[in-house]
């Protein structure tokens, strides 16, 4: 799993690397190694192929080819997408098991540059994907997991500065009745219902501190509380306000309980995942139609005016623009473009100029997917965004 050393190692070794980078992104299409194993057939992987035709395409020097090559034929890739980085004295690789936005890789199964460090899908996908912190709540222990880039991972040492005696004083404290609720009996009892809920309020308490240390360690915006309906509803409501705003849903808990496997937590979350994304891109298309503009046009300049704060773009837009090679001046016809800069214009990648000029002026991009794409063009003319005035 991409953790924060990776992406200050991407930053620091590639995206501000002076020679020439080798840019490489690979549809790895694991569903293919399972049909066949080409080592032991003989063959070379389709995609191994591709990327070598591409890169020599590019002019990529014999050695620096061969060394990327030899690591795309031999590697053990589980993931759906390979992002590799090399030039004499680097070589940086990322497994992701998720798309890209902005390229499709897909239909062409290798996207090379060969130049300029071309960073930019993948650190779109890492600010685009929410990393998830996932508590499950059992009697017997609490586990933490972290989900991100369709990964999970368990944190070990979450809750280990709990006392194993808490937990079974915990499974004590709950003979039948819904945590945070006094059962009913005799004085006496009543009287130990009573201070073991306040014993269960600070405990809970404590393992909300706890959780709330751990979200910040993991950079975790958003929370999944897995467990018993009453437990996660109580939890949640001892949580601090900033961390209750970031508690996105509440899932039962799976069979096996506390010793349900880490790929089971995950099968179970990714579902409840999508929803929620796709939610959060529906709310926003909303906002804009109330406050926003829309039209390709029309935001691509007001992007440029930097009246744009936010810009809500299809995953995978198709089109071009034309720029202006000094200035970068974009509009989507020649013309107009040619009055700003005559005779210094030339054709670009509209999506790639979208996220270029958005970090230019100052804009956050918000990619939309599926039925939210869909509308985004049906209802908007294919891009959009909120103003700052």
């Not at 579902?271 to 829309?294: S, T, V, Y």
């Not at 809500?312 to 970068?328: D, I, Q, T």
């Not at 040619?338 to 054709?347: I, L, M, R, S």
Request: glycine fraction near 8%.
């Amino acid at each position: 799993m991409i953790g924060k050393e990776d992406i200050e190692k991407l930053h620091a070794q590639i995206e501000l690397h002076p020679g020439p980078v080798l840019s490489l992104y690979v549809a790895t299409n694991p569903a293919d190694r399972d049909v066949l194993d080409y080592s032991a057939a003989g063959k070379h992987k389709p995609f191994v192929i591709r990327a070598k035709d591409t890169l020599k395409e590019l002019g990529v020097p014999a050695q620096l080819r061969e060394r990327v090559l030899e690591r795309l034929e031999h590697d053990v890739i589980r993931g759906r997408t390979r992002a590799l980085f090399a030039a004499e004295d680097v070589l940086q690789i990322y497994d992701l098991n998720v798309d890209l936005p902005v390229v499709d890789l897909p239909r062409g199964e290798v996207l090379a540059r060969w130049g300029e460090p071309y960073v930019l899908p993948l650190l779109l996908a890492l600010d685009e994907y929410e990393r998830y912190a996932v508590v499950l709540l059992d009697e017997e222990r609490w586990r933490l997991f972290e989900v991100y880039l369709g990964e999970v991972r368990e944190v070990a040492d979450a809750f280990r500065a709990v006392d194993p005696g808490q937990w079974r004083r915990l499974a004590e404290a709950k003979p039948g009745t819904p945590v945070g609720v006094a059962a009913r009996g005799g004085s006496g009892r009543d009287m130990f219902d009573r201070r073991m809920l306040a014993w269960t309020h600070r405990f809970y308490r404590q393992l909300a501190a706890e959780t709330g240390r751990w979200l910040e360690r993991l950079g975790a915006g958003r929370l999944i509380l897995m467990g018993v309906p009453e437990e996660t509803r109580y939890f949640e409501g001892l949580l601090p306000r900033p961390l209750r705003e970031r508690v996105a849903a509440h899932l039962p808990l799976p069979p096996g309980g506390s010793k349900v496997s880490a790929a089971e937590v995950l099968a179970r979350v990714e579902e409840a995942i999508e929803e929620i994304e796709r939610a959060k891109e529906a709310e926003l298309l909303d906002r804009i139609r109330e406050e926003g503009i829309w039209g390709t046009a029309g935001v691509l300049e007001a992007l440029q005016e930097g009246r744009v704060y936010l810009l809500a773009m299809p995953w995978k837009p198709g089109g071009a623009v034309w720029r202006c090679r000094e200035n970068g001046y974009a509009a989507l016809q020649r013309e107009l473009a040619e009055a700003v800069c005559p005779g210094d214009v030339e054709q670009a990648d509209l999506a790639e100029t979208l996220v270029e000029l958005a970090a230019l002026f100052g804009a956050r991009v918000e990619f939309v997917r599926g039925d939210n794409a869909d509308r985004l063009e049906r209802e908007f003319g294919g891009l959009a965004g909120l103003k700052r005035w």
